[in-house]
């Protein structure tokens, strides 16, 4: 990160994370953490204003400070794993997609040694619910093809929802929950490239109904781009009520 770079300009990035970039740059083998990676791919100052956004909105939405917000996501001090960091990511983007979705209060959950939990909770129209992220970023061409069920992707979507059921299960047990949602951030590019939006629908609406379509339980995909109407891409199934 360049010396002339003011932090100060970026007030919503909590001190923890600068501790945790400072840190990192000291450490063998940090040229393939992507934080440093992107920074080196599209520069300091945008990488840095893209993360102050995501704390921004986070913020608002939440009540917390930035330093309050960090150490809810449980990203460890020490914990320099790349895989670790863009989870937390994932989950500040997820709070941040389900708030234009007229959800309020989110809150997210600690990670606890003894149990799985989902990220966070979140209420719409006075329904709790607790919202689990998956965040997809392999390279693997995966193809929605809606006129055939049993697609890869809608394959693919089954698994992650059948795996991460427990945990939201075992969250709205725990928090009063009546409702919860298993968020996947489709970040392959692969994926983008090949399937649209009406591809998306389906193959969340297969794998949904594959699993046995869980009581109360809602998968939401989106993927950060644009349909062809300027709206952020995005696929949920059941409904949202």
């Known amino acids: ?43 300091a100052e945008q990488t840095w204003r893209g993360i102050n956004e995501l704390f921004r909105l986070a913020c608002q939405a939440t009540g917390l400070s930035p330093s309050q917000l960090f150490e809810k996501l449980g990203l460890g001090k020490n914990d320099f794993d790349s895989g670790n960091f863009q989870a937390m990511i994932g989950t500040l983007r997820a ?12 809150q997210p959950l600690r990670p606890l040694s003894n149990r799985k939990e989902a990220d ?3 209420e719409r129209d006075g329904t709790c619910y607790a919202v689990e992220v998956f965040r997809s970023s392999e390279e693997v061409y995966r193809y929605a093809a809606p006129d055939n069920p049993t697609s890869a992707f809608a394959a693919y979507l089954q698994r992650r929802l059948e795996e991460k059921q427990p ?8 928090h009063n929950c009546v409702a919860g949602i298993v ?7 692969p994926s983008k490239a090949l399937n649209n939006a009406e591809e998306y629908h389906e193959a ?16 939401f995909l989106f993927t ?18």
């Not at 001190?15 to 040229?31: K, S, T």
């Not at 945990?167 to 725990?174: H, K, L, S």
């Not at 950060?224 to 009520?241: I, Q, R, T, V």
Request: aromatic residues 10%.
């Open 1 to 43: 990160m360049p010396d002339s770079l003011d932090r100060s300009a970026f007030a919503w990035i909590p001190p923890q994370l600068w501790n945790y970039y400072d840190r990192l740059l000291v450490r063998d083998g940090q040229e393939l953490h992507r934080l440093v990676q992107a920074i080196q791919k599209q520069g």
């Open 167 to 174: 945990q939201v299960y075992a969250t709205m047990q725990t």
């Open 183 to 189: 968020v996947v951030i489709m970040d392959s590019y």
């Open 224 to 241: 950060g781009m644009a349909d062809e109407h300027g709206n952020d891409e995005f696929a949920c199934y059941p409904p949202l009520p």
């Open 120 to 122: 966070f909770v979140a």
């Open 204 to 219: 969340v609406r297969v794998a949904v109904e594959r699993v046995g379509t869980p009581k109360e339980i809602h998968l």
């Open 95 to 106: 709070i941040n997609m389900l708030t234009q979705h007229g959800f309020t209060r989110p």
